[in-house]
């Protein structure tokens, strides 16, 4: 812990962030599951039931309770099943008809509701929000010029801050109408940069579209996508709020350890809230490897398909980038293979439904456990056997690397966060390197991380070494200026002077905290034996202790708010509370400590020992000023 190198800080940084960010990567509707790419001594399973026993193993692994699967294949259902226990407590078995929460897989058919009424004319993706539904509270300070439009809420690219706590936190079972859950806390929509220029994962940007789909059609949103799709799909037990298909057949959700989690009743539930079997899974997986239609009739065109698996709304779509996030349809890779996706998840719930269009295959995965590393292993498991046999797609376009090319090379920062809240160490632990090895780009996090290595289209565009598809491009972004997007990241360069600048302070006020915590013993025992003189002397070691108490606490309390977040952070509480005051206490005690600082910079004690709490002090009043900046020092989690 007192070795403060890059993995020691890397640590740190993450541990701070996970807790303090308010990401919430589980309990939000997890967008982007990620997907740990295949080594070569990674078990490929080769028959369909070395793959059902390594799935069980991993289940068995990770005590998830159960896993559903849906697994759908050129000719048609390949494994529809649930393995494991719906319920531990009642002992019921998982099967076909397990009802699994699914997510922000179900932002999906906020997409395809838009696409249907493009299609009947009734709606366009550039048709602008604040004509369609003026009711609805947000603000965009470019709106004479850059308007958010309906495009923009599916592509996650108006800019909006992604739900704030309370949103997550109201879980009210009457439950609340889709009007009513905008009009509870509006405060997230308001646009960070220009609309269009740069996205950035927003759960607040769907049920305004299905919002629109309600005004257009007059009926509640819910209706008119069991009217229209989940019907025709034959999806009969599909639902997004608790009914009695899921009190029958719905699986407990754990997290913390398998602790068993109350049903949750999404406020913004275009966003996260469907209920859905692994047989479901399997015709809604179906319906998008036959191109839209059901039934054999389609319910949209394959056109409108294509649309919805293209970003088209971003700085970097439009310099020519093929992957990201479309209209609620993102890509993502395994191995030289590019599928189409949506994950999600709640509190106890985990989710990954994808599917490749070229193998006519896909797949959906659901967890009743909060186990992340358990279904990423499962998904990975599950693509190397449906990618077994393909041919490796060829990389075209590479040419040599030119000097424009290579002044791409240095550090860059993230500059379209998800969270407000988050960017304060987002800024900082999200730097990445581009370098140039072998004649090619590499880009890769400075905090370690897996290198991505792309090979040169032309000056602007640079296409993934393993999938061939255009996935770094440079951009002018209206604000920024010249910028990279790699997938959904926006990069804007930065010295390497600063970055590790940041490093170091980091390292070396980490140092000072912990320092001033373990110095205590030596020279509180030196003062309760007179050896320290009253006064100065003894201030100036006292404030810096009682700062990096607080530090200390207010990660006590994160941690323990995160064991329940939404009862325990999304509305004033005792550890709410204590994380406004803890922060406050730290400004606080930083202030007190300059000027006990200056005030006994003349007077006799061990000079070793004054520096050390000055340089503390110095550094805390450095760090509670970034935070103070980022609207971290006073927060207040409820608001």
């Not at 020519?320 to 609620?328: A, N, P, R």
């Not at 992340?372 to 077994?388: C, D, F, M, P, S």
């Not at 990445?432 to 792309?454: A, F, H, M, N, S």
Request: one cysteine or more.
């Amino acid at each position: 812990m007192f070795n403060f190198d890059a993995h020691i800080v890397e640590r740190i940084v993450e541990a701070i962030m996970k807790k303090v960010c308010f990401v919430l990567a589980w309990l939000a509707f997890l967008p982007f599951v990620a997907m740990a790419a295949p080594q070569d001594d990674e078990f490929v399973p080769t028959t369909l039931e070395e793959l059902k026993t390594a799935v069980a193993e991993v289940r068995a692994e990770h005590d998830v309770p159960a896993v559903g699967i849906a697994l759908v294949g050129p000719d048609g259902p390949v494994w529809i099943d649930a393995i494991g226990k719906a319920d531990l407590e009642r002992d019921v078995d998982g099967d076909a008809d397990t009802m699994f929460r699914i997510g922000s897989t179900s932002k999906m058919f906020v997409a395809l509701a838009v696409l249907r009424l493009v299609e009947q004319g009734r709606l366009s993706l550039d048709d602008r929000v604040a004509e369609l539904a003026p009711e609805i509270a947000f603000r965009n300070r470019w709106a004479a010029t850059d308007p958010v439009r309906v495009v923009h809420l599916l592509e996650h690219t108006t800019g909006w801050d992604d739900l704030h706590l309370p949103e997550y936190a109201h879980s009210d079972p009457t439950p609340a109408t889709l009007r009513e859950g905008l009009d509870f806390h509006p405060h997230s929509r308001v646009s960070r940069w220009k609309p269009g220029s740069r996205m950035a994962y927003c759960n607040a940007g769907p049920p305004v579209a299905a919002y629109i789909v309600e005004k257009l059609t007059g009926q509640d949103f819910e209706d008119y996508v069991w009217e229209q799709f989940f019907e025709p799909l034959g999806m009969e037990t599909m639902t997004y709020r608790l009914s009695e298909a899921y009190t029958e057949h719905g699986a407990t959700l754990y997290a913390n350890g398998n602790q068993p989690q109350d049903y949750w009743h999404i406020i913004m539930r275009p966003s996260g809230s469907i209920n859905a079997s692994p047989r479901d899974m399997a015709r809604f997986l179906r319906f998008f490897l036959d191109r839209g239609r059901a039934g054999g009739r389609p319910l949209v065109s394959e056109t409108s398909l294509q649309r919805m698996e293209r970003a088209e709304s971003t700085a970097g779509a439009r310099a020519g980038l093929e992957t990201g996030y479309g209209l609620h349809n993102y890509s993502s890779r395994h191995e030289h293979w590019v599928y189409r996706e949506h994950g999600g998840g709640v509190n106890g719930g985990l989710t990954n439904f994808a599917y490749l269009p070229e193998a006519g295959a896909g797949h959906a995965i659901m967890i009743n456990s909060d186990n992340g590393a358990a279904l990423r292993e499962i998904t990975r498991l599950v693509r190397a056997w449906q990618t077994r046999e393909l041919t490796r797609p060829t990389v075209q376009g590479e040419r040599e690397l030119t000097a424009k090319d290579r002044e791409l090379a240095g550090y860059y920062q993230p500059i379209n966060p998800r969270q407000a809240m988050g960017y304060f160490i987002e800024r900082i632990a999200g730097v990445q390197k581009i370098g140039i090895e072998d004649g090619r780009l590499v880009r890769e996090p400075v905090l370690d991380g897996e290198p991505t290595v792309y090979v040169p289209v032309d000056e602007n565009r640079f296409r993934h070494m393993e999938t061939g598809r255009i996935a770094l491009v440079r951009a002018e972004d209206p604000l920024a200026g010249s910028v990279i997007h790699a997938g959904t990241v926006v990069l804007k360069p930065v010295s390497g002077l600063r970055v590790f600048t940041q490093f170091a302070v980091v390292a070396l006020w980490a140092a000072l905290l912990v320092s001033s915590i373990l110095f205590f013993p030596v020279w509180g025992v030196r003062r309760l034996r007179g050896r320290i003189a009253p006064g100065g002397a003894t201030r100036v070691r006292v404030w810096p202790l009682l700062a990096a108490v607080s530090v200390v606490a207010f990660v006590g309390l994160v941690r323990l708010g995160f064991e329940d977040p939404f009862a325990r952070l999304g509305a004033p509480t005792p550890v709410s509370v204590g994380i406004l005051l803890m922060t406050l206490a730290f400004a606080l005690f930083t202030l007190l400590g300059l000027h006990c600082a200056w005030n006994a910079r003349n007077v006799p004690m061990n000079r070793v020992a004054y520096w050390h709490s000055t340089v503390a002090t110095l550094l805390n009043f450095v760090v509670a000023s970034y935070l103070l900046l980022n609207g971290v020092i006073g927060l207040m989690t409820w608001a």
